[in-house]
């Protein structure tokens, strides 16, 4: 969690996209490659522009890369490797509302939520979504078999199949940015190269992301972003793929994650040199810095954007979320609080919430139940977010884990370590965009509510026995649903 909070508090880097901040790593990424070339490294070709050789060979870029994560901090060193990497999935939240749209300016507090089709307690325990068939099936229209149907032209038929395999192929890079042939991804190759073009014109026009391909590789450069890190790495870590990378020796204490990173990645020479030699992204102005954000993370709530972003993201969210509509096929929830980009498939997400699992489905029913005692009574100028009191994370914790934890056979470690499991989940919500720290307590966001159920006129305080008593000192918040919440 520390180095989740420094890093999103960190500099953005040139072409980054968090917000209120300035500088970081895209300095740091342009210091640790100086003289690369805009052009890409060698072997590699930048679709749509003439290809080149780098200026730095990608041993002496290793060496000075691996210098520059040595000497950041881990925070730094995290964000650096997103710039220089890149290496992370789209995340955004599972399950869309069955009832109609709400009206403009409506909160998520009081707005249409999922929680009859999403949650633990309406279906059974290791739920999976069946997944839907690939958009290139899915988007095309069968045709002929009934006597009124006009026969399909063959043009359209046509046009209608590439945007459907450009959506696929969009979608895929989205999800994983490396592509490499002999990966478990590589069948796909001869698509993305099919629609190369288009596709590198959609990601430059959209998000300013570069996509490079090499004899056996593709690669979706994307922009920094704090707290997506590559799992089990430090500094010293980072420093050590570097210089793997390059065809040099890991350290021996790193040396177990970052074989199973080159493992995992497979990178051939190509995409060694793609990696370690390729320049930043260019500076994103509000408009592209405001997309990636959609494009990337589970909520964007205004409160947490620069000015220039915010009034952007206001005027024209109806226009942006349908550009994301036509490229990635993602659907939208615009409230008063933020937007939010969902995925009907619910794919397109390194992290599934809902989701199997014990962390998941705990994290879930918390958020429930926390947003079933603390949201906001009023409909108008509700907060975006909610103070939870300590006492009341515990307690909910704790009825939630007698009611379904050994019924739903969850993970008898975290039954034995509640404040392990509490950790976890709250992490969890984090990471998903439904709450944040403040301090040495939690705020809960307004998109947790819509996993909640519906708001009761007149709601029933809990009664389970790790729950807070209904009328608390005068001194404390109440836990009862509705009144006496502190608003932030």
């Known amino acids: 969690m520390e180095r989740h909070e420094a890093a999103a508090g960190l500099a953005t880097a040139t072409g980054g996209t968090g917000t209120r901040r300035t500088g970081g790593a895209g300095r740091l990424a342009a210091q640790a490659r100086p003289g690369a070339a805009a052009d890409g490294p060698a072997q590699t070709r930048p679709v749509g522009r003439p290809g080149g050789r780098p200026a730095v060979e990608p041993a002496a870029a290793a060496e000075e890369l691996a210098a520059r994560f040595a000497a950041a901090g881990p925070a730094e060193a995290d964000l650096l490797a997103t710039a220089v990497f890149g290496a992370y999935g789209a995340r955004h939240l599972g399950g869309a509302p069955q009832q109609a749209e709400p009206a403009p300016g409506t909160s998520w507090w009081h707005g249409p939520t999922v929680h009859h089709s999403t949650s633990p307690l309406f279906r059974p325990l290791g739920y999976r979504r069946i997944r839907r068939e690939a958009p290139a099936q899915a988007g095309t229209r069968p045709t002929g078999g009934g006597r009124h149907r006009k026969p399909e032209r063959p043009a359209a038929a046509g046009a209608l199949a590439a945007t459907a395999e450009l959506r696929t192929a969009a979608r895929l890079l989205m999800a994983h940015p490396l592509v490499t042939a002999d990966g478990p991804h590589g069948a796909a190759l001869p698509l993305i ?20 391909l090499g004899p056996a590789h593709a690669r979706l450069h994307k922009a920094p972003l704090p707290g997506r890190t590559l799992a089990g790495l430090d500094p010293a870590g980072y420093a050590a793929l570097a210089r793997a990378l390059a065809g040099g020796s890991a350290a021996p204490a790193a ?3 970052v074989r199973a990173l080159l493992d995992a990645w497979r990178p051939p020479a190509e995409l060694a040199a793609d990696l370690l030699t390729a320049p930043p992204l260019p500076a994103a102005g509000p408009e592209v810095t405001v997309r990636r954000l959609l494009a990337e993370t589970p909520v964007v709530r205004y409160d947490g954007l620069a000015p220039a972003e915010r009034a952007h993201l206001l005027a024209a969210a109806p226009a942006e979320t349908e550009r994301f509509a036509d490229f990635l096929g993602l659907t939208a929830e615009i409230r008063a609080e933020g937007v939010a980009l969902l995925d009907p498939a619910d794919e397109l997400t390194d992290l599934a919430l809902p989701g199997p699992g014990t962390l998941a489905q705990a994290a879930l029913l918390l958020a429930e139940r926390l ?12 907060p975006p977010a909610v103070l939870v009191p300590d006492a009341l994370i515990d307690g909910t914790l704790g009825d939630i884990t007698d009611d379904y934890g050994m019924s739903a056979g969850w993970d008898a470690g975290y039954l034995a370590d509640l404040a392990a499991f509490r950790r976890d989940a709250l992490d969890l919500l984090h990471r998903m965009g439904l709450a944040a720290p403040a301090g040495r307590t939690w705020l ?3 998109p947790a509510a819509r996993y909640a159920p519906r708001a009761e006129p007149e709601p029933t305080i809990g009664t389970g026995r790790h729950s807070r008593p209904a009328t608390a000192p005068a001194t404390a918040p109440a836990a009862g649903r509705g009144r006496d919440r502190q608003a932030v």
């Open 444 to 446: 809960l966001l307004a």
């Open 255 to 257: 040396s177990a994650p």
């Open 193 to 212: 190269r099919r629609h190369a073009e288009a596709l590198a014109e959609h990601f430059h026009a959209l998000l300013g992301y570069r996509l490079t």
């Open 371 to 382: 947003v079933e005692e603390l949201r906001p009574a009023a409909t108008e100028n509700a």
